[in-house]
């Protein structure tokens, strides 16, 4: 059985920070980060509760192939596609549920 994901990109409340991370079900997922349901997590720590990327793919392999290589550029690379999918930085979790 094939599953489905997504790979988003999280921020903060004033842009200094950046989360990448994988997931299957992108709006539990984000529940979960605004939540602060994993206490300890680096989502948590810093305060990261703001999806400004997000890309869905038919197969989870996928979207974990996808973080990896958004994982492995630098910084500007990810602000430049935020800029050109989300230029605003508006939250998008609306626009997932």
Known sequence: MERGG???IMTN???TVLYT???SNLSKRMYEHRTDFYKNA?????NVS?????EGFTRIEEAIAREKQIKAGNR???LDMI?????EWKDLTGAIE
């Open 6 to 8: 997504y790979i988003y």
């Open 13 to 15: 409340k004033n842009h």
């Open 21 to 23: 991370g994988v997931t």
């Open 42 to 46: 680096f989502t948590s720590k810093y």
């Open 50 to 54: 703001k999806l400004v990327y997000f």
């Open 76 to 78: 500007q690379k990810k």
């Open 83 to 87: 800029n050109r999918f989300n230029p």
